[in-house]
């Protein structure tokens, strides 16, 4: 009897957990579908331009390091419930890997962040899947099902003076 509970138990979680392994392609990075304002430049960060990774539709970055103290990020306000999914994916491309330490993917959730770091190793095009394990809680958001906004940035490496352009896009 006490096997058969076991099973029982086992089974009705089994949906549950297959649905949090799934994945999501984020296609907010498609600036044709979007309002010309959608990510917004943080401090001394410049504009995003349409752009294209093949025959996806993306997003443009351009971090021109010398005007940044830090780091360059872009805002988007949004509304998506990503409870259901355990990993997130897209596509960047970048000819200057060299001049960030890193770059981070955030999710805003009310009145705190979920925020995962990444590294671009070589130039050319790069699939990031992040998994929700991969991110750090910042302050306290609500939760996965209600993300307000996404944040991208791409952190300075040194006192490089030069330009970089991110490209990204969905998969």
């Not at 392609?25 to 579908?33: M, P, V, Y």
Request: hydrophobic share 40%; charged share 20%.
């Amino acid at each position: 009897m006490m096997r058969l509970r076991a099973i029982c138990v086992a089974l009705s979680l089994w949906p549950a957990a297959s649905a949090a392994a799934e994945s999501v392609a984020l296609d907010i990075f498609d600036l044709s579908a979007l309002p010309a304002d959608a990510w917004q430049p943080l401090g001394k960060s410049d504009p995003v331009a349409p752009a294209q990774m093949g025959t996806q539709r993306a997003t443009q970055f351009i971090c021109r390091f010398a005007n940044l103290p830090s780091r360059g990020g872009w805002d988007h306000n949004t509304a998506l419930d990503l409870s259901r999914f355990g990993r997130f994916s897209f596509q960047i491309h970048t000819d200057h890997p060299q001049h960030i330490t890193h770059a981070s993917l955030y999710f805003r959730s009310a009145k705190g962040w979920y925020a995962g770091h990444f590294r671009l190793h070589q130039p050319g095009a790069t699939t990031i899947t992040l998994g929700k394990a991969d991110f750090d809680i910042e302050d306290k958001p609500t939760g996965w099902h209600a993300i307000d906004g996404v944040r991208l940035a791409f952190w300075k490496r040194g006192d490089t003076p030069d330009t970089a352009r991110f490209t990204v896009s969905q998969l």
